[in-house]
């Protein structure tokens, strides 16, 4: 059984401090497909719902699930408030019962990069098509070696910085983080997150985040070996124009 490293409570508590919603623009992107989509749609790494809910919200039928009990967790009490009922579930994506079938699959913000073994990515992609109705379509973000946060100089490595959330109940949540070297496409960065009451530190978290950079030819590869067509990329979030080499993010369209 697969077991999640990342993405523990207090990760969980910063990411929804931090981004408690989907950016606009992102969102609407996304949702354009889903108007099209005319059918069930699919987010596997849902994480804490910011992109799930306001689909569900618009009365589209999204069904998600996460490897995170935390995130899982966060989502069903958003879920809770809001009186939303959508079908989630804790799950790893190369364990994806592909029994039902769907109109759409959507991986938004870069979570496509939390798969670090290739294999693993290759399995997860086939389940994927596996999962899509004849002509369903798989819209995901790729972030290219460009994102990498330590690509710049070697001074931001071995280099803590940190940032800081401030919780409804008071308490203060420190993030700390190292960017380690990256490696075979890998970036590795230390996050430790701790929770502070006043002057006492009441519960600590250390992660070590890793995020997969894909070249663009080499994820076409992957998407053209499992099986997908009419592949199309964009720049990011903008149906119309292409990606330009020089870009961070490239969003990829492919169809069963």
């Given at each position: 059984m697969n077991q999640l490293e990342t993405y523990l409570t207090l990760c969980t508590e910063y990411y929804d401090l931090d981004k408690p919603t989907a950016p606009e623009k992102d969102l609407n992107f996304y949702l354009s497909f889903a108007k099209e989509a005319r059918g069930k749609i699919l987010e596997p790494m849902c994480g804490s719902g910011r992109f799930l809910i306001p689909m569900v919200e618009q009365g589209f039928e999204v069904e998600g699930f996460d490897a995170s009990q935390s995130m899982l967790q966060a989502l069903h009490e958003k879920c809770r408030q809001k009186s939303l009922s959508p079908k989630i579930w804790h799950?790893?994506?190369?364990?994806?019962?592909e029994s039902e079938a769907y109109k759409l699959a959507i991986i938004p913000g870069g979570s496509f990069g939390l798969i670090l073994n290739l294999n693993h990515a290759k399995q997860?992609?086939?389940?994927?098509?596996?999962?899509?109705?004849?002509?369903?379509k798989f819209i995901f973000e790729g972030e290219t070696l460009l994102s990498n946060p330590n690509k710049?100089?070697?001074?931001?490595?071995?280099?803590?910085?940190?940032?800081?959330k401030i919780r409804p109940d008071g308490k203060t949540i420190i993030l700390s983080t190292l960017s380690l070297p990256q490696e075979n496409g890998i970036s590795h960065i230390l996050c430790k997150?701790?929770?502070?009451?006043?002057?006492?530190?009441?519960?600590?978290e250390i992660e070590n985040f890793k995020v997969?950079?894909?070249?663009?030819?080499?994820?076409?590869?992957?998407?053209e070996e499992t099986g997908f067509q009419g592949i199309e990329t964009h720049?990011?979030?903008?149906?119309?124009?292409?990606?330009?080499?020089?870009?961070?993010?490239?969003?990829?369209?492919?169809?069963?």
């Open positions: 799950g790893f994506l190369e364990e994806l019962d997860c992609l086939k389940k994927i098509f596996d999962s899509l109705e004849p002509g369903g710049s100089t070697l001074d931001v490595q071995n280099r803590w910085t940190g940032s800081c997150y701790e929770l502070v009451d006043g002057h006492e530190v009441i519960k600590t997969r950079f894909y070249p663009p030819n080499q994820l076409l590869k992957m998407l720049k990011a979030f903008e149906r119309m124009i292409p990606p330009h080499d020089t870009d961070e993010v490239i969003i990829y369209e492919c169809r069963k």
